[in-house]
């Protein structure tokens, strides 16, 4: 590609894009080849990779907004096409057509409507969006310390699984995306994700032949047709929920200001206010509080972090067969008691390594990997010194 690679200082051991970027948190990053990634973020295409030591990206058609018309190709990628308003006969974001709301703001994960002039030659504007997203100004190597002190177990999990962060996303695509989550797997969900974006987003660009789209916003969700439309795209009861979730936020709640409005407000008054939408019990809420509305010690417990408690840490859950709510609160208070204010981050590392996908266990690096032969005695070696962390769910 033309368009030259920027860099963030950001060591390995702080971020792991292959574990992060993978693990069930967003669905929408891809990895287009062996350890580099693309996605839609901020109204833009962004391509990431990394080394040691820092973080590369290239933003590939910068200034663009999805709600936003764009003034032209982009000059640094020919490949890159204009965006284009997708004619669906949704009713348009009416949030956008504010002139107070002109200027993206961080706070919102950089999700905000508007364009910030001459934002594509701001090297320092795009380094705060990424740096945002990924929580680079949280000390990840101080937090993994603290755990390890604390916890025997997080303590071989995480010499595997270092450098595991929680993305601050945009609310409305973190609330959607979780909602399709209910009794679904990592790849389903994403499948569902893209369909959306497809279907209800905007087209932000096409690029190297792929067509890439804005996350939908809920008052497109919440037009007439989409519950009947989701459903034949195989969305099942969710389409129900997505829908009425998105009515319900944009007429009843104040629309997606009040969504990301929950940034402000504690977790024990967030939380509730979420399990009010359609579709959104305790397990979703904690997704959304956890991943974008910044409640770092929540908690989300599905039947897989319920495994993980039981056998590596309470065992007298092994004599429970349904996770009723008494058990919810049971494991996150536990967790919260033993990790601290970022017990969620750190249940996320826990959850990462025990996911079937990195069962075998990725590299220090993610370049200059080890022979599957290394690999496999390195493997034998931790079967024997932690047999339950790295056992199989």
Not at 6 to 11: D, L
Not at 23 to 49: D, H, M, N
Not at 207 to 216: E, N, Q, R, Y
Not at 248 to 263: P, S, Y
């Amino acid at each position: 590609m033309s368009k030259m690679w920027r860099t963030i200082p950001c060591h390995i051991s702080e971020l792991r894009l292959d574990i992060t970027l993978a693990c069930g948190q967003s669905f929408r990053w891809k990895e287009i080849e062996p350890g580099t990634w693309r996605s839609v973020l901020a109204g833009s295409i962004w391509t990431l990779r990394q080394t040691d030591t820092h973080i590369s990206y290239q933003i590939h058609n910068p200034s663009t907004h999805p709600e936003v018309k764009t003034c032209g190709k982009s000059g640094d990628e020919l490949r890159v096409q204009s965006h284009k308003k997708k004619q669906r006969g949704a009713a348009p974001n009416q949030d956008c057509k504010s002139k107070k709301r002109q200027k993206m703001t961080l706070s919102g994960g950089g999700n905000e409507c508007g364009v910030v002039k001459g934002a594509e030659d701001d090297e320092k504007f795009s380094s705060a969006i990424l740096r945002d997203y990924l929580q680079l100004d949280v000390n990840l190597g101080e937090l993994y310390t603290q755990w390890q002190k604390a916890d025997k177990n997080f303590s071989k999990v995480s010499e595997s699984f270092p450098g595991v962060r929680i993305l601050r996303q945009d609310p409305v695509e973190n609330l959607v995306s979780f909602i399709c989550s209910s009794n679904n797997n990592i790849a389903r969900i994403t499948g569902m994700v893209e369909k959306l974006c497809q279907q209800y987003g905007d087209e932000v660009a096409v690029l190297d032949g792929v067509s890439w789209h804005s996350f939908p916003s809920l008052v497109a969700l919440s037009a007439k047709g989409v519950e009947e439309s989701l459903r034949k795209m195989g969305f099942g009861y969710r389409a129900k929920f997505i829908s009425q979730s998105a009515r319900m936020v944009t007429e009843d709640f104040g629309g997606e200001a009040w969504l990301r409005g929950l940034r402000d407000q504690p977790y024990q008054e967030a939380h509730p206010e979420l399990m009010k939408l359609p579709g959104v019990g305790a397990k979703v809420a904690d997704c959304v509080c956890l991943m974008s509305l910044d409640k770092r010690g929540a908690i989300p417990v599905d039947t897989h972090v319920w495994q993980i408690a039981s056998r590596d840490y309470i065992h007298t859950l092994q004599k429970t067969k349904t996770l009723t709510d008494r058990t919810y609160r049971q494991i996150g208070d536990f967790f919260r008691e033993l990790f601290g204010e970022y017990a969620g981050w750190a249940h996320s590392v826990l959850f990462s390594a025990d996911l079937k996908k990195f069962q075998k266990s990725p590299s220090a690096k993610p370049e200059g990997r080890k022979s599957k032969k290394e690999q496999q005695n390195k493997r034998k070696i931790q079967m024997k010194e932690s047999p339950v962390s790295h056992s199989v769910r």
